[in-house]
């Protein structure tokens, strides 16, 4: 059977919380631990959809041209190469 060893992320894990117990003075974990306060959440402003999606009219009409004439260049080149 294979030796079982840790996993390289758990080392790392390991060391990570290790590096931050140490770098944290004790006043600053009581007061990184301690619950925030809740904000109180506002209603969510519906966007003006004209306004945040103008280009795609314009985009649109360009898509259909180009989509018109290539469609024309195929039925053109069709009676051609017959």
């Known amino acids: 059977m294979a030796k079982k060893r840790k996993s390289r992320r758990a080392k790392k894990k390991k060391r990570r919380t290790q590096v931050r117990e140490r770098a944290l003075p004790a006043s600053q974990e009581r007061a990184a631990s301690a619950p925030t306060a809740r904000v109180k959440a506002t209603a969510p402003v519906a966007p003006d959809f004209s306004q945040e999606y ?25 009676f051609v190469i017959k």
């Not at 360009?62 to 069709?78: C, D, E, F, Q, T």
């Open 54 to 78: 103008r280009y795609v009219i314009s985009d649109l009409k360009r898509i259909g041209i180009i989509a018109a004439s290539m469609l024309a260049l195929l039925v053109i080149l069709s």
